[in-house]
Each structure stands twice: as structure tokens, then as C-alpha cells.
């Protein structure tokens, strides 16, 4: 067949709401590698398909992250917990991607500080196969299972960076969502509860006995879940403090074990 253009490509994309049609049709075209595939491309994003699962990767830290069908979008606002992390703790050596999705933030922690021992996990049996993909190359590893208790046992008291990524959208809200993130991507990564913050307060609670002295916990949540979260981290025994990014519009906070706690 022949191929399609670079002005019906974006001419296809903008009849289908794309507002940044322009930059999306250079991406698939320069990822395509097959007429067919350029027209399969175009008609996947044309039916809602997100961008990143059409083209099989996104852009997260310098990293192109590979995005699987059905595994939660890495968003560009999450590279701000990373740079907190690296910021906390430079030296970090034993790192903890929890809720880790594609396993974006670990392999982006594990590229930044060189060699790490490097653990993701998460309870979606098609994210870990994904992050197992991602991660590889820093020799990490990827486990299954509902938060702590996926991870070795070995790991407890050692762990310098614990990311959790968690899920923080209310679960009344979750169908307000845009239709890209509401119809692909899975429900257990968008769904916090009823003020979606049940698995961060699960996190927080449980982080102390995981991490190293000094070691701290980073998570990402809303600006207006912001004062709550920060509570539940100071009740798990956290010294907390937070974050805010005005550019990215991203909400961190950070804890770690009073012991640890110099500098915050």
C-alpha cells in the first residue's frame, strides 16, 4: 500500500483531537518502519490508543523507556521524584522502585548513580514483564507481589532510595480521567482508594523497617492530598518534608527515619 504522508499523518492525528499533532506524527514516522506499519501506527492513536504504547516507548529522564500494551504511562512530572532522590541521596547504593510500573524511576535512579543493587516490583504480572525489559541492563530485579511483601527479606534495613510511584487518583474520580489513561491503562495503577492515598499510607507505614539509616522514602501525590500525605508520613515515624515543582507541576514528599533525618 502506499505510504501516507507526513501532512495526512498529521492531518489524521488533529481530526482525532491530538493537540500536539504535529509532534506526534514526527514521532511515529520516525518509529514506523513499514508503510503498513506507519498506517497501523496512525490508526491505533487514532482510536485512543496513547502514544506511547502506539510507538512501544516513552521518554522519561534522558531514558527511552520501553511501554508495553496495558502498563501505566511513565509521566514526565515523575522524573521530579527522581531528581529529589538523587538530591537526598547521591551515594545511594541498594535502590527500591515500588509500584514500579515499566520501571521507569529505577532504571532512571540506576543510570544516574552508576552501580547500584537495583529491585522493582509490582502486583500487575504485565508491568513486571515490562520492567523486567527496563531494568536489565543495570542488572536489576523485578518482582511480583503486593508491595513489601514482593520483596526479598535480604533487603530489609539496607534500602538507601525506596520510590513508590503509588497509585493516588480517588477512586470516584478515576472515571474522570482522560480516556487515554481510563480505557489502557490498568485500574491497580490509577485507583488509590476512596482518597486515594490508601496505598501510599500502606507504603508509608511500612517503609521504616526497609529502609537504611538515612535512607529515605519518595512519593508522589496531588497538591491537594498534599497536607494528608505528609501526615501519614510523619505517623509512620517519618521526618518528612516535601516538594514542589512549579515546570512540571509534580508534588513530592520524602521521609526518612528520624535516625537519618540530618539535613532535612
Request: aromatic share 4%; hydrophobic share 50%; net charge negative.
Amino acid at each position: 500500500m502506499p505510504s501516507l504522508s507526513p501532512a495526512s499523518v498529521v492531518t489524521a492525528l488533529r481530526a482525532a483531537g491530538c493537540v500536539f499533532a504535529e509532534d506526534e506524527a514526527r514521532l511515529i514516522l520516525s518509529t514506523a518502519r513499514t508503510p503498513d506499519e506507519l498506517a497501523a501506527m496512525v490508526d491505533r492513536r487514532v482510536a485512543g490508543l496513547p502514544l506511547e504504547h502506539v510507538v512501544g516507548w516513552a521518554e522519561f529522564s534522558g531514558l527511552r523507556i520501553t511501554v508495553e500494551p496495558g502498563v501505566f504511562v511513565p509521566r514526565r512530572r515523575t522524573e521530579f521524584l527522581v531528581e529529589q532522590a538523587l538530591a537526598h541521596a547521591p551515594d545511594a547504593s541498594v535502590v527500591v522502585d515500588l509500584c514500579c510500573g515499566t520501571g521507569a524511576v529505577g532504571a532512571a535512579l540506576a543510570a544516574a548513580l552508576g552501580r547500584v543493587e537495583l529491585h522493582a516490583a509490582d502486583i500487575d504480572p504485565a508491568a513486571v514483564r515490562c520492567a523486567r525489559r527496563n531494568i536489565a541492563p543495570y542488572g536489576g530485579q523485578v518482582h511480583a507481589g503486593d508491595l513489601f511483601t514482593a520483596l526479598p527479606d535480604a533487603l530489609r534495613g539496607r534500602v538507601d532510595i525506596l520510590a513508590a510511584n503509588a497509585p493516588y487518583v480517588p477512586t470516584d474520580e478515576v472515571g474522570l480521567l482522560p480516556a487515554e489513561a481510563r480505557d489502557h491503562e490498568p485500574l491497580v495503577a490509577l485507583d488509590g482508594g476512596t482518597d486515594g492515598l490508601a496505598i501510599l499510607r500502606e507504603v508509608a507505614t511500612g517503609a521504616p523497617d526497609w529502609l537504611a539509616p538515612g535512607g529515605c522514602l519518595l512519593v508522589e501525590t496531588s497538591e491537594r492530598q498534599l497536607p494528608s500525605a505528609v501526615e501519614a508520613f510523619m505517623g509512620a515515624g517519618l521526618e518528612t518534608r516535601s516538594a514542589y515543582s512549579e515546570a512540571l507541576y509534580a508534588n513530592v514528599v520524602i521521609g526518612v527515619g528520624v535516625a537519618g533525618a540530618v539535613g532535612l
